[in-house]
């Protein structure tokens, strides 16, 4: 149950995308489709943005999108917003019944 | 509104115990997995136990087994954690969430957690 690997930060401009990277293993990520990410911004509990590798809640932008390439899955946010700056974490199915999430990546919105 | 709200932390010293409680409201709690999540000050997030929808399985991470317990009441919407042997390792701010779907498909609704600080 070792935790995924993120970057611990990423920047972008207004107006720019941004790509996360969360990197595990064919025990994890490459493993199955339950893949999701969350956004937290200071002192808030967690918020689902991806499930399922790509799939967006209800209520979602579609500004937010999410992939996977083997091992490992991505999260891309499009045309930048203020609001977007928060931690990031992804979250993948880690076999027997376990779940494992990355260690978090800040985005900064310059 | 969909809600989960959680109670019950506290400052425990270590080798105590603690129970914890969630609260459900606005989805038929019977019918999702609850998960608890941790996070400790300053750290990321860590996966903590699940529980199905029914109460019929229940799995834990590698260092909270044999001293933690989730279960749930569906009567009452309510799940819990209890929390034995406490280590300072086991500060965080505990929160509940719901399953999208069946078991690890995302967690879509959370509470706003509840903070447990082990300390002597």
């Known amino acids: 149950q070792s935790a995924l690997t993120q970057p611990p930060s990423a920047s972008g401009s207004p107006g720019q995308s941004v790509t996360i990277s969360c990197t595990g293993t064919?025990?994890?990520?490459?493993?199955?489709?339950?893949v999701s990410w969350y956004q937290q911004h200071p002192g808030k509990a967690p918020k689902l943005m991806i499930y399922?590798?790509?799939k967006r809640p209800s209520g979602v932008p579609d500004r937010f999108s999410g992939s996977k390439s083997g091992n490992t899955a991505s999260l891309t946010v499009s045309g930048l917003q203020a609001e977007d700056e928060a931690h990031y974490y992804c979250?993948?199915?880690?076999?027997?019944?376990?779940?494992?999430f990355g260690g978090g990546t800040k985005l900064t919105v310059l | 509104q969909v809600q989960l709200v959680e109670s019950g932390g506290g400052v425990v010293q270590p080798g105590r115990s603690l129970r914890l409680s969630c609260a459900a409201s606005?989805?038929?709690?019977?019918?999702?997995?609850i998960h608890w999540v941790r996070q400790a000050p300053g750290k990321g997030l860590e996966w903590v136990a699940v529980?199905?929808?029914?109460?019929?399985?229940?799995y834990y991470v590698d260092s909270v087994k044999g001293r933690f317990t989730i279960s749930r009441d569906n009567s009452k919407n309510t799940l819990y954690l209890q929390m034995n042997s406490l280590r300072a390792a086991d500060t965080a701010v505990y929160y509940c969430?719901?399953?999208?779907?069946?078991?690890?498909?995302?967690?879509?609704?959370w509470g706003q957690g509840t903070t447990v600080s082990v300390s002597s």
């Open positions: 969430a719901k399953d999208i779907s069946k078991s690890f498909d995302g967690l879509d609704v």
């Open positions: 606005g989805f038929t709690f019977s019918t999702y997995a």
């Open positions: 529980i199905w929808y029914d109460g019929s399985n229940k």
């Open positions: 064919s025990s994890d990520v490459g493993g199955y489709k339950y």
């Open positions: 399922e590798v790509s």
């Open positions: 979250s993948s199915y880690a076999g027997s019944n376990s779940l494992v």
